[in-house]
């Protein structure tokens, strides 16, 4: 079992540009988180999804920020027309139920 | 959801026990204690939790006071690798039935030769 498997693990985007993160949760796991962590903080919830739903973004920015879950492939977090606040270290998690998380590596985003 | 107090730091001999403490005095009947502790700037990784009675695993120990508003996390041969940041976390569940982690400052150990 590979884990949660995040890419790319470094990404640089100029301001105005759109970041596009991917997460291939763990085999077997139907429900997949997504936190943000700024610099010297501790990780912040954004959302969280299962196979084609999206059950609670309470988290989320209210614009720029989008997620999915589709039925096959990765979950993507999408941040459109990025600002250098939005540069942090976006980590996944995934689990096979509500209880125990598993995070990947996460993708540091650095926004020039 | 219960906000959880952890010191900022710890230092801890390379062998010996380390013992990290966290307040959780507001914590709710069905809310869960759980730990975690991310390595430098790797994905946090998941050690232990608990809701009532103490908790063992090949990690690591949970020790829960009775009335559940504190807990220690016990590494009980603390090695240089378990140097990093412990986060205590109380469970929050959403109406949607998903729960959050939230994530405080935690605590850094550093585990000393």
């Known amino acids: 079992n590979a884990g949660v498997m995040q890419n790319p693990r470094h990404l640089v985007r100029r301001r105005g540009q759109e970041a596009r993160l991917r997460c291939s949760p763990m085999?077997?796991?139907?429900?997949v988180y997504w936190y943000r962590q700024l610099p010297e903080e501790g990780l912040k919830f954004m959302v969280y999804l299962q196979k084609e739903n999206i059950i609670d973004e309470s988290g989320m920015p209210k614009e720029r920020f989008s997620a999915e879950f589709p039925k096959e492939g990765p979950s993507i977090l999408r941040i459109q027309q990025v600002v250098r606040g939005d540069s942090a270290a976006y980590f996944c998690a995934s689990s096979l139920d509500t209880y125990g998380y598993t995070f990947g590596s996460g993708t540091r985003l650095t926004v020039v | 959801d219960a906000k959880t107090t952890q010191p900022p730091s710890m230092d801890c001999a390379e062998g010996r026990a380390a013992n990290l403490p966290c307040n959780h005095s507001?914590?709710?009947?069905?809310?869960?204690v759980y730990w975690y502790r991310q390595i430098h700037s790797q994905g946090p990784q998941y050690i232990i939790h608990?809701?009532?009675n103490n908790e063992t695993n090949e990690m690591a120990s949970l020790i829960i006071t009775e009335d559940r508003k504190s807990s220690t996390l016990i590494l009980p041969h603390a090695t240089l690798r378990d140097t990093a940041v412990y986060y205590c976390i109380v469970s929050l569940y959403s109406g949607a039935g998903s729960y959050q982690l939230t994530f405080g400052k935690g605590t850094k150990l550093s585990v000393i030769p």
């Open positions: 608990g809701l009532k």
């Open positions: 507001t914590i709710s009947g069905n809310e869960y």
């Open positions: 085999k077997g796991h139907s429900h």
